[in-house]
């Protein structure tokens, strides 16, 4: 069996191909640390800023806890031709009223979940990129998308 040739990457272009990725990944993985076990399980964004993605979460959820004791995470997102990407970063919690007033604002399920921008069960975070990587399906090999 043959490995299906990939189409060459523009390198001008590896931005604009990994934000379509993240643009179609609705659910993208987020990997945190427990111990010596990386958990890892879907998540919604709530926010995308260019490569900097904001989670809503429940305090009483455990990855609180995991990223309290070691905020070093990674996403990774697909898309329907299998592209990805994979987001390195570090998470750290939205303290920004006007942050959290336009995630708020902007999110009706948030709004019908938790009923207040002050319920003190919601909990954002902010994932500041150290590396992002994209990878076109089948290639098996990450390109460097520039920060």
């Known amino acids: 069996m043959t490995r299906p ?8 272009r590896l931005p604009e191909l990994a934000k379509a990725v993240l643009a179609a990944d609705r659910f993208p ?3 945190t640390i427990d111990g010596d ?3 890892v399980r879907p998540v919604s964004p709530v926010k995308t800023d260019g490569f900097t993605v904001y989670v809503a979460n429940l305090r009483m959820y455990h990855k609180t806890v995991e990223i ?5 995470v990674e996403l990774c ?4 031709k299998h592209d990805q990407v994979r987001i390195t970063g570090v998470a750290e919690a939205v303290t920004e009223r006007s942050v959290l007033q336009e995630i ?9 979940y938790l009923g207040s ?5 919601l909990i954002v975070y902010r994932v500041r990129p ?18």
């Open 29 to 31: 993985y987020l990997a």
């Open 130 to 147: 150290t590396q992002v990587r994209f990878m076109r399906e089948w290639a098996l090999d990450y390109h460097d998308v520039p920060l």
């Open 68 to 72: 309290a004791a070691n905020p070093h």
């Open 117 to 121: 921008l002050d319920n003190p069960t």
């Open 37 to 39: 076990q990386p958990p």
């Open 77 to 80: 997102y697909l898309d329907d």
């Open 104 to 112: 708020w604002d902007s999110n009706p399920l948030l709004r019908q």
């Open 5 to 12: 040739t990939p189409e060459p990457i523009d390198p001008q």
